[in-house]
């Protein structure tokens, strides 16, 4: 074993060696970088869970084992949803004696996934219970069954928009078990001058269940129709969504009059 030891750290020497010998002085730079990227990524992260913590002064603790995945993982980007859903997990998993390390699947789930898709992810659920609460539906998040009874439309161009690929990203997110099911369609209103690609999605338990963990609201997941989870406003989402591609047409056509009205009253 000690010989192993040395010999690990013989090629561990020889491996820095290199490095120096490859990149010369810019290996301290690059090092510098790193370093400065992932603070950055750090500072993100704990400012998102710090601002989804109602009371810093509860005597809670973060799990050390999930905290050590969400910083780690989450430390290379300083995007905002990618903080937002580590954000999230790291202020869920605060509990009195620290112990509790119930979100570690979910920390594997968000680290599986590119920021575009967690971004979907968030598109799908947000606008979701938006549309639920706005028109005052109450279901069962817990029986899927209620789920796939109001699925969601999004106009595919608006999502690309977002910088999302939808029939790559619903792959992913359909592999992920965050979504039941999704299609791509277009058509085409009574008029025969307008008309839609669009793109229908259903909703899972598991990805209510990711969503409310995000927004540290793992607590009231089944309350996702009745209990509006504060957002992000500097994540983007979609403006126009419904239940089915009939009424999203209707919502699009009557907002291009409103600006076209807007414009003529403005000329």
């Avoid at 699947?105 to 920021?115: L, Y």
Wanted: proline share 3%.
């Amino acid at each position: 074993m000690p010989g192993e030891i040395v010999e690990a750290a013989g090629a561990a020497a020889t491996a820095v060696y290199v490095l120096k010998q490859l990149f010369g002085p810019s290996l301290d730079a690059i090092g510098k970088d790193i370093d400065r990227q992932r603070a950055i990524g750090w500072q993100k992260i704990v400012d998102r869970a710090t601002a989804k913590t109602p009371s810093l002064e509860d005597g809670k603790a973060a799990n050390l084992r999930v905290a050590r995945d969400v910083l780690w993982n989450g430390a290379f980007t300083d995007d905002e949803i990618c903080a937002e859903y580590f954000g999230g997990i790291l202020a869920a998993c605060r509990s009195e004696d620290g112990n509790d390390d119930s979100a570690m699947q979910f920390v594997d789930c968000i680290k599986g996934m590119s920021s575009k898709q967690l971004h979907l992810h968030y598109v799908i659920y947000r606008s979701l219970q938006n549309m639920l609460i706005g028109d005052g539906k109450q279901i069962n998040p817990g029986q899927e069954a209620e789920l796939l009874a109001v699925p969601i439309c999004f106009q595919t161009v608006e999502l690309m928009q977002l910088g999302i690929n939808p029939p790559v990203d619903l792959t992913v997110l359909h592999r992920q078990g965050l979504i039941r099911s999704w299609q791509t369609a277009s058509q085409q209103h009574a008029d025969g001058k307008h008309g839609i690609h669009f793109c229908t999605v259903t909703a899972t338990t598991f990805g209510v269940i990711l969503y409310a963990i995000a927004m540290n609201r793992l607590s009231d997941w089944a309350n996702l129709t009745v209990a509006a989870f504060e957002g992000n406003d500097a994540i983007q989402t979609p403006k126009h969504y419904a239940y089915n591609p009939g009424k999203l047409l209707e919502l699009m056509m009557a907002r291009a009059q409103s600006l076209q009205d807007s414009d003529e009253r403005g000329g």
